[in-house]
């Protein structure tokens, strides 16, 4: 499956930014799908995922309660809305898919789908 991340950019601390994530060319009509990201010099991180049917959203402890994932009608597109955006956030953003909800939470380097990335940048 292709993923095509869009929806970064600058926004202030405090400010808000929506992801968009959508999927295409696969050979399942959903996937479960996350996201991840990457800030230089630091690990790749969790941020959240949902399930195939858009239940199931888990997201990581440093974004709980500001973030919230969400999938449309369709399966098809996965968004993420962040608020309360604090310059810690500064990072680059990574959509990605798979068959299986575990893949995404517990074993993300089985992930095979990944968006090509998208920059959100937070200033203080």
């Known amino acids: 499956v292709q993923l095509q991340a869009s929806g970064g950019g600058l926004v202030q601390a405090g400010g808000s930014l929506k992801l968009s994530c959508a999927a295409s060319?696969?050979?399942?009509?959903?996937?479960?799908m996350g996201w991840f990201r990457q800030s230089p010099g630091k690990e790749r991180e969790f941020v959240a995922a949902?399930?195939?049917?858009?239940?199931?959203?888990v997201y990581g402890d440093s974004v709980k309660g500001r973030f919230t994932i969400s999938k449309d009608n369709a399966g098809s597109t996965v968004y993420l809305q962040m608020n309360s955006l604090t310059p810690e956030d500064t990072a680059v953003y990574y959509c990605a898919a798979a068959e299986t909800y575990n893949t995404i939470t517990r074993r993300p380097s089985h992930i095979n789908s990944w968006g090509q990335g998208t920059l959100v940048t937070v200033s203080s």
């Open positions: 060319g696969g050979t399942r009509s959903r996937y479960a």
């Open positions: 949902i399930n195939w049917n858009g239940g199931m959203p």
